[in-house]
């Protein structure tokens, strides 16, 4: 039995953090799917970006949507829901066995919204779930201040939401609290509680950011206590009276899902953060890269428990080191915000651009 298939028989789905239209076209995501145990995809605006501006697979769809005179904010969710409209299909059986549980893909409202007014990110999210008609299709919304409250009013509004951005424990429970609300409001409005969610905690950014600033000893060690942390905090969390009273009333649990857990460190084992946060009932969308490194060489060990830890200890050593671990997720959030909105930039550019290019006769297609 592969890596990946012993990942997947021990609670954890395993998600690919890719998409392209190569990817579906040239049937490695079927193959990922049938022979690596992959059972759910992520997009994000930077995927799609490199992929329209370094080849040319998009430029048919691109020309004929232009033709309509879309924006191109619009003309990109058109492009990228033909793409995940194809990977859903392939997913759709497993959404069906788990019943909802797993088979998921994802798509991004746009990063630039992180920022405003929630109303914006609702009113985006429930059209683009609502367009793409698709029984397993999250809409990403980052878990920044602003995001927590469209993230309640999405869920009441009966979106599914992956909640992404989120780098610490704190993080995690705000949005856990948002994704709650949510479902609370729609059992006191007489609505079905059948609302999934899943809440995505970025991994190796933490390690990026203090490299070079603690003690050999420490790294490469920041992100996997984090996610530690979190994990034995989520497992409390399903046990709490607030979320036995929403199950009891049909609702679902929102599942951890671990997010950027490609290796960053090229002295590191590229499989680092796959082997260290093997856990049941979580989610790991990992690069392709990873995903074809774990499945050829990786290795699953103990899993991770949430009665024994060493977290706290190693998050101690950091603080003692001068790392304040708060005052850093918070950063990184905003920073990682930033980041996406300059992908999207650079995304809604790239599609402008090829329009032009389409209204001039100048694009081959």
């Given at each position: 039995?592969?890596?990946?298939?012993?990942?997947?028989?021990?609670?954890?789905?395993?998600?690919?953090?890719?998409?392209?239209?190569?990817?579906?076209?040239?049937?490695?995501?079927?193959?990922?799917?049938?022979d690596?145990?992959?059972?759910?995809?992520?997009?994000?605006?930077?995927?799609?970006?490199?992929?329209?501006?370094?080849?040319?697979?998009?430029?048919?769809?691109?020309a004929?949507?232009?033709?309509?005179?879309?924006?191109?904010?619009?003309?990109f969710?058109?492009?990228?829901?033909?793409?995940?409209?194809?990977?859903?299909?392939?997913?759709?059986?497993?959404?069906e066995?788990?019943?909802?549980?797993?088979?998921?893909?994802?798509?991004?409202?746009?990063?630039?919204?992180?920022?405003?007014q929630?109303?914006?990110?609702?009113?985006?999210?429930?059209?683009?779930y609502?367009?793409?008609?698709?029984?397993?299709?999250?809409?990403?919304?980052?878990?920044?201040?602003?995001?927590?409250?469209?993230?309640?009013?999405?869920i009441?509004?009966?979106?599914?939401?992956?909640?992404?951005?989120?780098?610490?424990?704190?993080?995690?429970?705000?949005?856990?609290?948002?994704?709650?609300?949510?479902?609370?409001?729609?059992?006191?409005?007489?609505l079905?509680?059948?609302?999934?969610?899943?809440?995505?905690?970025?991994?190796?950014?933490?390690?990026?950011?203090?490299?070079?600033?603690v003690?050999?000893?420490?790294?490469?060690?920041l992100?996997?206590?984090?996610?530690?942390?979190?994990?034995?905090?989520?497992?409390?969390?399903l046990?709490?009276?607030?979320?036995?009273?929403?199950?009891?009333?049909?609702?679902?649990?929102?599942?951890?899902?671990w997010?950027?857990?490609?290796?960053?460190?090229?002295?590191?084992?590229?499989?680092l953060?796959?082997?260290?946060?093997?856990?049941?009932?979580?989610?790991?969308?990992?690069?392709?890269?990873?995903?074809?490194?774990?499945?050829?060489?990786?290795?699953?060990?103990?899993?991770?428990?949430?009665?024994?830890?060493?977290?706290?200890?190693?998050?101690?050593?950091?603080?003692?080191?001068?790392?304040?671990?708060?005052?850093?997720?918070?950063?990184?959030?905003?920073?990682?915000?930033?980041?996406?909105?300059?992908?999207?930039?650079?995304?809604?550019?790239?599609?402008?651009?090829?329009?032009?290019?389409?209204?001039a006769?100048?694009?081959?297609?």
């Amino acid at each position: 039995m592969l890596p990946t298939q012993t990942l997947h028989e021990a609670g954890q789905s395993l998600w690919l953090d890719y998409i392209s239209r190569e990817l579906l076209e040239s049937g490695r995501l079927a193959h990922y799917i049938r022979d690596l145990a992959v059972s759910g995809l992520t997009s994000n605006p930077t995927l799609f970006d490199q992929a329209i501006r370094k080849g040319h697979d998009y430029d048919a769809s691109i020309a004929r949507e232009a033709a309509g005179g879309l924006s191109p904010e619009l003309l990109f969710f058109r492009v990228a829901l033909e793409d995940l409209t194809r990977a859903a299909a392939l997913f759709r059986s497993i959404h069906e066995r788990t019943r909802g549980q797993d088979g998921w893909v994802s798509l991004e409202v746009s990063p630039v919204l992180a920022f405003q007014q929630p109303e914006l990110t609702v009113e985006q999210a429930t059209m683009l779930y609502a367009e793409a008609g698709l029984p397993n299709l999250f809409i990403k919304i980052p878990g920044t201040p602003a995001g927590l409250r469209a993230i309640e009013e999405s869920i009441f509004a009966g979106v599914p939401i992956n909640v992404t951005l989120l780098f610490s424990t704190e993080q995690y429970l705000a949005a856990a609290d948002a994704y709650m609300r949510g479902l609370e409001r729609r059992l006191e409005a007489g609505l079905s509680p059948e609302v999934r969610s899943v809440a995505s905690l970025f991994i190796s950014r933490w390690d990026k950011a203090v490299e070079g600033q603690v003690p050999e000893s420490l790294r490469n060690r920041l992100g996997i206590a984090v996610g530690e942390r979190t994990y034995r905090v989520y497992r409390e969390l399903l046990e709490s009276a607030r979320v036995r009273r929403l199950l009891s009333e049909g609702a679902p649990v929102q599942t951890l899902l671990w997010a950027s857990t490609g290796t960053k460190d090229p002295s590191a084992p590229d499989t680092l953060y796959v082997e260290a946060l093997a856990a049941p009932d979580t989610i790991n969308t990992i690069p392709e890269k990873t995903l074809l490194a774990f499945a050829d060489h990786g290795r699953v060990g103990p899993l991770l428990s949430h009665e024994e830890w060493e977290s706290d200890e190693v998050l101690e050593e950091f603080k003692t080191a001068g790392v304040e671990v708060e005052g850093l997720a918070t950063q990184l959030q905003h920073e990682g915000a930033e980041s996406f909105v300059k992908s999207w930039m650079g995304l809604m550019a790239s599609i402008a651009r090829k329009s032009e290019e389409v209204r001039a006769g100048q694009l081959g297609v």
